[in-house]
């Protein structure tokens, strides 16, 4: 007979489902980036410059808004710029500024990675109700909101 998970605390129980629901759900966008030899990270740096387009946004702007921290922001900036997705530029009145603004194939990724990342969360969360989708989405926000010193733009949304 199998044991049911005993864990420590109701705390426990919820963090150790967090971990495993987010390992499960990551499988399906790692398969679908690694076509595009993208990581999530990277898509997600791309999907904040596409949304300040045509303008351009500072590094460290752009590490803060990321879904999950990037400790070396500027490797993952220099990929991107390798591959010819984003450019940087330092403005002229303050050469220590490093501007990020994504460029015509970084656009032209994006359109085509629209429509597999939209089926991707419908196969991930597609079987919740619009109802449990919004009560999951607060409780995960109010989960987190202690833990973050500056919420940007994950305080309110997070469609930017």
């Known amino acids: 007979m199998r044991r049911p998970p005993h864990f420590d605390s109701p705390e426990q129980e919820v963090y150790l489902n967090l971990w495993r629901t987010y390992d499960r759900l990551r499988a399906e966008e790692d398969a679908l980036f690694g076509d595009f030899g993208l990581t999530a990270q990277q898509y997600n740096a791309l999907r904040i410059l596409r949304g300040e387009h045509p303008a351009s946004l500072p590094t460290l702007a752009l590490a803060a808004r990321l879904v999950s921290r990037a400790p070396d922001i500027t490797r993952l900036v220099d990929k991107l710029v390798q591959r010819g997705w984003v450019e940087r530029r330092r403005p002229p009145g303050n050469r220590r500024v490093v501007e990020l603004q994504i460029t015509a194939e970084g656009l032209k990724l994006l359109r085509e990675l629209d ?46």
């Open 115 to 160: 429509e597999p990342v939209r089926r991707c969360h419908q196969r991930q969360l597609g079987h919740l109700s619009p109802q449990q989708l919004r009560d999951l989405t607060s409780l995960l926000k109010e989960a987190r909101r202690p833990h973050e010193a500056d919420a940007g733009p994950w305080s309110d949304h997070t469609s930017r």
